[in-house]
T-cell receptor, first 110, second 115 residues
Framework: QKEVEQDPGPLSVPEGAIVSLNCTYSNSAFQYFMWYRQYSRKGPELLMYTYSSGNKEDGRFTAQVDKSSKYISLFIRDSQPSDSATYLCAMSAADYKLSFGAGTTVTVRA | DAGVTQSPTHLIKTRGQHVTLRCSPISGHKSVSWYQQVLGQGPQFIFQYYEKEERGRGNFPDRFSARQFPNYSSELNVNALLLGDSALYLC??????????????FGSGTRLTVV
């Protein structure tokens, strides 16, 4: 079993729809949770960072963490074609490494 | 302000050869990490260096090695290349010391193809 599970999709939505992404994990030591966006042939770009359980909102993006269920989510409201990318969840146990999910490929259709 | 820079951007090597990949962190960042991203998968941790010392190593064979220089730039070396080493190699830097909890800033990567 992988430490971090993420459905690779692909996910295709019309412009303006809400995009819902999620990851599950097995390592109880994870305390820090991140979402990265990766465009084709580019490195990942940090979108959201959350510590422990709870919600965090930044513009059109909302990140949720439920440590009791070992489940994290990212919601993108009013999605735009420029949001088309691969979204990676990542987690850390406050040590030196990030553990990533496989990434979900999202296409927002104009 | 320049981001994390990696060179070269693309590279084609033959099985059995050696390769050196280079990374310059963001100015002021003392931590450099290397990740391997195989097509269709998430990045996998290879190494982390902080203040020129190795702080962590992922589950990669001894063919993979790295070092960090006094100016905090870093090199990743891979010996005896295998077809399975074909991947995007990402370098990431952080100002927050050795810990990954605040996330990293990644470069655009070096795409290595082994034929």
């Amino acid at each position: 079993q992988k430490e971090v599970e993420q459905d690779p999709g692909p996910l295709s939505v019309p412009e303006g729809a809400i995009v819902s992404l999620n990851c599950t994990y097995s390592n109880s030591a994870f305390q820090y949770f991140m979402w990265y966006r990766q465009y084709s042939r580019k490195g990942p770009e940090l979108l959201m960072y959350t510590y422990s359980s709870g919600n965090k909102e930044d513009g059109r993006f909302t990140a949720q963490v439920d440590k009791s269920s070992k489940y994290i989510s990212l919601f993108i409201r009013d999605s735009q074609p420029s949001d088309s990318a691969t979204y990676l969840c990542a987690m850390s146990a406050a040590d030196y490494k990030l553990s990533f999910g496989a990434g979900t490929t999202v296409t927002v259709r104009a | 302000d320049a981001g994390v820079t990696q060179s070269p951007t693309h590279l084609i090597k033959t099985r059995g050869q050696h390769v050196t990949l280079r990374c310059s962190p963001i100015s002021g960042h003392k931590s450099v990490s290397w990740y391997q991203q195989v097509l269709g998968q998430g990045p996998q941790f290879i190494f982390q260096y902080y203040e020129k010392e190795e702080r962590g190593r992922g589950n990669f064979p001894d063919r993979f090695s790295a070092r960090q220089f006094p100016n905090y730039s870093s090199e990743l070396n891979v010996n005896a290349l295998l077809l399975g080493d074909s991947a995007l190699y990402l370098c990431a830097s952080s100002r927050q010391g050795a810990q990954a909890m605040y996330g990293y800033t990644f470069g655009s990567g070096t795409r290595l193809t082994v034929v």
